[in-house]
């Protein structure tokens, strides 16, 4: 096998050949020092990656980027957090993993928080998932009902557009489900499965054009001229399918999104940390980031996720001065009440960054509030998955009531050296009091 070709099987749908490719490269390839960056938020293809990355492909190119540590977050499931945590075992880097999804918060429910256009609904995640849930447990309880309600939810998506396009109707198990690898379609799947339907169904690209006009209220020699840019056209059929004004866009069902308070439930029972997600200040649920802060504080979430990249970029000067004023709100009402925050940059679609360039003058005053969040959550996850001591946890608690002096364990074990397969191994036959020592005496 070469080089290239296990790069390639990376990507694949079973997740022996993936890890099999993996420790193959882990011996064949250099890896740089790692340098200051990461991304610690990365969709794999268990939810949608714009390049169809595999939680194992995510961390291969993090490592041979030399970032320091990178985080999957994946749409409503939890099925790459024991791959991407042994995939950064044989790599040497450091990893989390988190899952996002949406809950509705009853406090905001007359406003829009960060889902546009769905006034109390919260994109919300869980952070430092370690493991996965033990069988028959709440926490494996949980997961399926995420998974359930979020299916409910995409493939009600899928009905509402082949009512309104029966031309183009695709057939759930022809057409989507081959495109994913845990039969778990996302809206971004949904919409790339109706472009390939009608393809098939208008082979001749005016054709196609004319009919794609009448829906995307775009003319068909725009749609022509588009049409190459695959991912730009995608988004363009997001729009015109699934977002509001589109054909299967439908106001959202406050029943389908489970409340705020269930979600932290099921989170903190598997031992992981609720985590506020923050679009960039300037919807009215998200304006005032002190009410905010204190309000999801007040509903036990305790961390900040933040995609610094459209935080500091606006359409206009005048967009941007305030997107930046609105991030130093945000970052000093954390700072405040000592959440960590972490960033990343999602690489669910074409177009955002690889990583966040922190070391770039505009991320000065957060570079090490930023770095900090990172080691904490790689801290969080070595000493829950070995040592019984999630952050929130018991141990915890009595041992680090104080939040700084918590903050400080966490993060110095997380910028410790990232754990080889072999350490993995000894501290898993350790028992967990001896793992918390050893990891305990590791610190930076």
């Not at 999957?72 to 790459?80: A, E, R």
């Not at 039969?183 to 919409?191: A, K, L, Q, S, V």
């Not at 389908?256 to 029972?269: D, Q, R, T, Y």
């Given at each position: ?54 939680p194992s492909r995510i961390a291969y190119e993090c490592r041979k980027a030399g970032l320091f ?161 695959i991912p730009a056209f995608e988004e363009l059929l997001r729009s015109a399918l699934a977002k ?56 036990e979430f305790a961390a900040m996720n933040i995609i610094p990249d459209r935080n500091i970029r ?131």
């Amino acid at each position: 096998m070469t080089v290239n070709e296990a790069i390639s099987k990376l990507d694949d749908f079973s997740l022996e050949t993936r890890l099999g490719a993996l420790e193959f490269l882990a011996g064949a390839e250099s890896f740089p020092e790692a340098g200051p960056l990461y991304n610690l938020h990365c969709h794999s293809f268990f939810s949608y990656n714009a390049n169809g990355w595999s939680p194992s492909r995510i961390a291969y190119e993090c490592r041979k980027a030399g970032l320091f540590a990178t985080g999957l977050c994946d749409f409503d499931v939890l099925d790459g957090v024991e791959e991407f945590i042994k995939a950064g075992e044989i790599l040497g880097i450091r990893t989390a993993a988190h899952v996002e999804t949406r809950a509705f918060i009853s406090e905001l429910s007359a406003v829009d928080i960060n889902s546009p256009g769905e006034h109390g609904v919260a994109y919300t995640m869980g952070c430092g998932f370690f493991r996965d849930p033990l069988p028959d447990s709440p926490e494996a309880a949980g997961t399926a009902r995420e998974r359930a309600n979020a299916q409910s939810r995409n493939l009600g998506l899928v009905q509402r557009i082949n009512a309104a396009l029966p031309e183009v109707a695709i057939d759930i198990e022809r057409d989507l489900m081959p495109i994913t690898p845990r039969r778990n379609p996302t809206e971004r799947h949904i919409i790339s499965a109706f472009r390939v339907r009608a393809n098939q169904v208008f082979p001749d690209a005016a054709a196609r054009a004319a009919y794609w006009s009448k829906v995307a209220k775009r003319t068909p020699d725009e749609l022509l001229a588009l049409e190459s840019n695959i991912p730009a056209f995608e988004e363009l059929l997001r729009s015109a399918l699934a977002k509001r004004g589109g054909v299967g866009y439908k106001d959202p069902d406050i029943s389908a999104f489970p409340p705020i308070e269930s979600l932290v439930g099921w989170i903190k029972a598997a031992g992981a940390i609720p985590t506020c997600a923050w679009l960039d200040g300037t919807s009215d649920g998200e304006a005032d980031a002190e009410r905010l802060v204190e309000l999801m504080v007040s509903k036990e979430f305790a961390a900040m996720n933040i995609i610094p990249d459209r935080n500091i970029r606006g359409k206009t000067e005048e967009q941007t001065r305030l997107k930046l004023k609105k991030l130093g709100e945000l970052v000093a009402a954390c700072v405040k009440r000592d959440l960590p925050v972490i960033i990343g940059t999602e690489m669910n679609k074409h177009g955002l960054p690889f990583v966040d360039d922190i070391t770039a003058e505009v991320y000065a005053p957060y570079r090490k509030i930023f770095t900090d969040g990172a080691y904490v959550l790689t801290g969080h996850t070595k000493l829950a998955r070995y040592a019984n001591a999630p952050y929130l946890g018991a141990r915890a608690v009595a041992e680090f009531a104080s939040l700084p002096e918590r903050n400080a364990f966490y993060a110095a074990v997380g910028r410790a050296a990232p754990l080889t397969v072999a350490q993995a191994a000894e501290l898993r036959a350790m028992g967990t009091e001896r793992a918390f020592s050893w990891l305990s005496d590791s610190r930076a």
